[in-house]
Nanobody, 127 residues
Framework: QVQLVESGGGLVQAGGSLRLSCAAS????????MAWFRQAPGKEREFVAAVSWGGSSTKYLDSVKGRFTISRDNAKNMVYLQMDSLKPEDTAIYYCATDRTPFQTIATLSTTRMGYWGQGTQVTVSS
């Protein structure tokens, strides 16, 4: 059974940094694209960042480009989201997710393509 467990969320002041981690288990990790999504109160879940199965390609939501960095360590079955220069509008529950199908491009990655989700970790940015 596939499990994704996020950690690293918390409360931070605007301009600060957080590093989210996601530990994956239950199937071969290094052949599936991984992504982070977020959901703020009263809003739909939105894509934040994705990394290809091999780690060579990344994709970001426009509003986080230059501030967030997604990475993965296939040897450790981990994916990370380094978040710098945080803004109050980044406040949300952040979810780690894995692609449903192996070896897929991240160019067309979306919520409906994700096969498994973590439980989420709260990120709160105060002004």
């Amino acid at each position: 059974q596939v499990q994704l467990v996020e950690s690293g969320g918390g409360l931070v002041q605007a301009g600060g940094s957080l590093r989210l981690s996601c530990a994956a288990s239950g199937r071969t990790f290094g052949i599936y694209a991984m992504a982070w999504f977020r959901q703020a109160p009263g809003k739909e879940r939105e894509f934040v960042a994705a990394v290809s199965w091999g780690g060579s390609s990344t994709k970001y939501l426009d509003s986080v480009k230059g501030r967030f960095t997604i990475s993965r360590d296939n040897a450790k079955n981990m994916v990370y989201l380094q978040m710098d220069s945080l803004k109050p509008e980044d406040t949300a529950i952040y979810y780690c997710a894995t692609d449903r199908t192996p070896f897929q491009t991240i160019a067309t990655l979306s919520t409906t393509r994700m096969g498994y989700w973590g439980q989420g970790t709260q990120v709160t940015v105060s002004s």
